[in-house]
Structure formats: structure tokens, C-alpha cells
Nanobody
Framework: QVQLVESGGGLVQADSSLRLSCAAS????????MGWFRQAPGKEREFVAS????????VYSDAVQGRFTISADSAKSTVYLQMTSLKLEDTAVYYC????????????????WGQGTQVTVSS
């Protein structure tokens, strides 16, 4: 079993930046892909970004492409989500998760989830 703990959320103004972290522990996860999802009030949980832990290949949703960057630090067992040019619509609880796929855009491919961290963007 893999344990995931997100951190770094907070209240920020529009157009600012924020970096989220996801610390992983437990079973060897180097073969896993990692992903970030988000869920706004009253909405479905949606894909944000995913990265192949071994080669760093990453994919993004259209909503965050060019503004967010996902990265992985194997030595620290941590995945990051660097968010820039934040918009009001980025407000959500952000979750990280693991998948046995190399990477995935699909929520159903992810088995282990963190507890989430709140990101609130104000005008």
C-alpha cells in the first residue's frame, strides 16, 4: 500500500503562483505513474496532470496546459505541482494519486489517493 500526503495549498490572489507537494511512502512506487486531480464544490473530480515516475513524461489537461508543471523527485519520494498564473476557476481541493499505468488522464486508473489540499484563488 502506498500512502500519499499532499501539502502546499492555501489562499492566493489571481495571477499568483503556488507549489503543491505530494509525499509518498510505503510500497515501492517507482514503477507507478503519479497524477494530480482537483475537485471544486458541486463538480466532478477532474484530471489535472500526470507524470511517469521513471522518465518524467508528463501530460496535462487543456485547462492547465502551459500554466502548471508536474515534476517528480525520486530522492525525496515527492511529486510537485507548480501552478502559475492562477485563475479563480482553479479553486478546488487538489488530490494526488498513483496509477499502475505509466501515466493516465483517467480517474478510474488511480488506486491510491491522498487526503487533498485546498487551493483557493481570490480576485
Amino acid at each position: 500500500q502506498v500512502q500519499l500526503v499532499e501539502s502546499g495549498g492555501g489562499l492566493v490572489q489571481a495571477d499568483s503562483s503556488l507549489r503543491l507537494s505530494c509525499a509518498a511512502s510505503g510500497r515501492t512506487f517507482s514503477r507507478y505513474g503519479m497524477g494530480w486531480f482537483r475537485q471544486a464544490p458541486g463538480k466532478e473530480r477532474e484530471f489535472v496532470a500526470s507524470i511517469n515516475w521513471n522518465n518524467g513524461y508528463a501530460v496535462y489537461s487543456d485547462a492547465v496546459q502551459g500554466r502548471f508543471t508536474i515534476s517528480a523527485d525520486s530522492a525525496k519520494s515527492t511529486v510537485y505541482l507548480q501552478m502559475t498564473s492562477l485563475k479563480l476557476e482553479d479553486t478546488a481541493v487538489y488530490y494526488c494519486a498513483t496509477t499502475v499505468s505509466s501515466y493516465s488522464r483517467h480517474r478510474w486508473d488511480y488506486a491510491n489517493w491522498g487526503q487533498g489540499t485546498q487551493v483557493t484563488v481570490s480576485s
